[in-house]
């Protein structure tokens, strides 16, 4: 798929067949957010594949906004060291993933983690180190029925040249 066309076509999809998804896929959604980029070179970010359907039971439990992460076929968590960018990192990689997963025809779906009440407890359910913010959840599985993209304001209405 093109690029541009993966950007334009990419939709959240909250709903997921019961067919596991294979783990050189996974592998390499993770290898998307890990070739992100990021601010310093520092690389803060940790990558936790969950399949395992208890804990993705649990996930979808704790996550308010993300009850669908109990459907899915996995989920993966993001953390990143607090370090000054922690945060702009952790979204880079996660927007990666989220296409490169696209790309590949599977579903998914960003699940917010930092400053969530909920990230502590993810936190120690996933077994993170005390120093790494939990960014992202993002479930991913075989869609159960393609999602159209979200119709977005036009370029001119948001596009401004030399000002605001």
Known sequence: METFDCVRNRASTRAYSA???????????VDAGRRAPTARGVEPWEFVVVTDR????????LAVNG????EAACCIALFCRDTKYYLEDGCAATENMLLVASDMGLGACWVAGDKKPYAARVSGLLG???DMKLVSLISIGWPLEKMPAH??????EVLHWEKF
Do not use: D
């Not at 208890?54 to 439990?61: D, F, I």
């Not at 009850?67 to 109990?70: A, D, E, V």
């Open 19 to 29: 067919k596991p998804v294979e783990r050189a896929l996974l592998e390499k959604v």
């Open 54 to 61: 208890q804990v993705l039971l649990e996930l979808g439990t």
């Open 67 to 70: 009850s669908f992460i109990k």
């Open 128 to 130: 993170a180190p005390q």
């Open 151 to 156: 119709k977005k304001r036009a370029l001119k």
